[in-house]
Each structure stands twice: as C-alpha cells, then as structure tokens.
C-alpha cells in the first residue's frame, strides 16, 4: 500500500449531504444528534474508488498536490476517509497524516453551542476520538509516524502522548510539509511543534483530487488582524482568476456539481489591505458565473 495516508475525521470528511453550513450541526453534543441524523444528514460517507475517496476537503486536497509536486508518486500518497483507513494502513505505511478543525471541541461555535446546551461531548470530539482509537491501535502496530495539522491543531498541545502524535504542523503546507515528510521517511529528526512558512502564489500547486462541494480557495490570510483569530497570522493574498478558474474546472469535469469559494471576506478579494478592489470583485463574479452557466 501507500508510504503517505492523507485522512480526517469524519466531522471533516465528508460533504456534508451538499451543505457546508450543516457543518454547524456537527459542533452540538453528540447527545443531542441522532445517529441517524448525524451520519445520514450531517455527515454522510464519502463515496471511493477503491482505498482512494473520489473528493476531499480542501485542505487535504493541496497537501496531496503538494506532496506530489514535491516529487512523490501518486501511489505513494493515498487520501484516504476515516472509515477505511484501517484497510489502507499496512505494512509499507510509514507516515499517516490527519487534518483537524476541531478536535477537541474549543472552537467558538462549537464551545457556544455545548454551553447553551448544557455542555458534554460534540460531535467534533467524538470522530476525532474514534479516528485517533483506530490510529493509535495501528501505530503500535506498524509503526508509522503521526503528523497533524490543520486549523484546530492549537487543541492538541499537550495531547501528543495520549494520540501517539508524532508532529503537530500549523502554517501552510505547501512548502514545509514535503520537507518534514521527507525528512520522517529519513529517519531523520523532526522537532515536535512545525511551523510551516508562507508560500508563495507561485509556488501553491492545484489540486489533483477533487475538493468536496466544490471548494475553491481565493484568498489566503485576512488582512483585519484580529488577534483571536486564526487567518490574520497568514500573510493575506488573492489567487489569481486563472488559478481559481483551472480548480473550478478541475471540479466539475470531475464530477462535482459546485462552486464554492475559500475565503474570510470575498469582498477582500484583490484587495490592497482592507481597501476594496470592486473591479476584482466583479471579475471574480464573472468569471464563476460564467462558469456555472457554461457547466449548467
């Protein structure tokens, strides 16, 4: 099998029946969510083609395009859903990557929510502990390397030992991920906390799996610097139309039959600070609704 498993949670992974915003549902306590709710309507499988899922959320999506543009093969990197990786982890598996949003419940929403409903477990929490159950039972087994990242890898400092996490990666991926990867694989020395350095527009590759609903980022980092959140530490940029438009079509001639865009604020987009650029604005709306009328 694979050298690199890319996975999530099924929080995360998964297209949320069509609609992001159902989301939110995940960050009650699970108490309160039906199984039939949770697993039918919040968050359905995600079908696959063999080990591999036939779309994933974004953020894995680029981790794997980064991977490859690094130099790995297409089978050394598999992205593989929560349900099936302990059929994808074996014996060649040496790194087992995972994204996190919130896997210990501390987000704002879902810390809102557990409070108003009288707190407990949300359903955030729970995934993440089923994927790590699985995935500490297979290290101990083969010994792989655990990495994590994403946006809610704040909640796991301190947790390291109880997850068998190996790294926990914050920043971007694109450049200093492969590096760290390459350098596991080498039996090399790799510090516990990463942090991953700002890539250039240039340097981020498109994506070669399809995204889930058809997520497009374009921009990265938030020029409001607030100081509670997360993006504001990212250096903020817009992608260009063509990058945007190469991923949108990526998707729908894939199969996905969305348009969703990746940003804080889409009024931002080409934006110089918070000054509003009203003439990219109106391009980038072109352009996607040109899109969605060409595709139907």
């Not at 991926?173 to 990463?194: C, D, Q, S, W």
Request: net charge positive; with cysteine.
């Amino acid at each position: 099998m694979a050298k690199i498993i890319l996975t999530a949670d099924r929080a995360v992974f998964t297209d949320y029946h069509g609609a992001d915003l159902f989301g939110f549902g995940l960050c009650l306590p699970y108490r309160l969510v039906p199984e039939l709710v949770q697993y039918h309507i919040l968050s359905p499988k995600v079908p696959t083609r063999g080990l591999r899922a036939k779309y994933a959320p974004y953020a894995i999506c680029k981790v794997e395009a980064s991977l490859i543009a690094a130099g790995f093969s297409r089978d050394d990197v598999v992205i593989v859903p929560p349900r099936m990786v302990a059929k994808a982890i074996d014996g060649d598996t040496e790194i087992v990557a995972i994204h996190v949003l919130d896997p210990k419940g501390l987000a704002p929403v879902t810390w809102t929510l557990k409070a108003l409903a009288g707190g407990g477990k949300s359903c955030t929490e729970l995934e993440f502990e089923k994927l790590m159950n699985v995935v500490r039972s297979l290290k101990e087994k083969y010994g792989f390397k655990v990495i994590v990242g994403g946006p809610g890898n704040w909640q796991l400092r301190g947790y390291e030992y109880k997850y068998g996490i190996d790294v926990l990666f914050d920043g971007e991926a694109e450049l200093t991920f492969p590096i760290i990867v390459k350098k596991l694989l080498n039996g090399e020395e790799v510090p516990r906390y990463v942090k991953g350095e700002p890539t250039p527009l240039d340097k981020i590759p498109l994506i070669i799996t399809p995204s889930r609903n058809g997520l497009v980022q374009i921009t990265r980092g938030c020029p409001r610097k607030c100081h509670f959140c997360n993006p504001t530490m990212w250096h903020f940029r817009s992608f260009p139309l063509d990058i945007i438009t190469e991923e949108i079509e990526f998707n729908l001639k894939n199969g996905i039959e969305n348009i969703s865009l990746v940003t804080e604020d889409v009024l931002l987009y080409g934006a110089h600070g918070l000054k509003l650029n009203s003439d990219a604005v109106k391009k980038l709306f072109k352009v996607v609704v040109d899109l969605a009328r060409r595709w139907g």
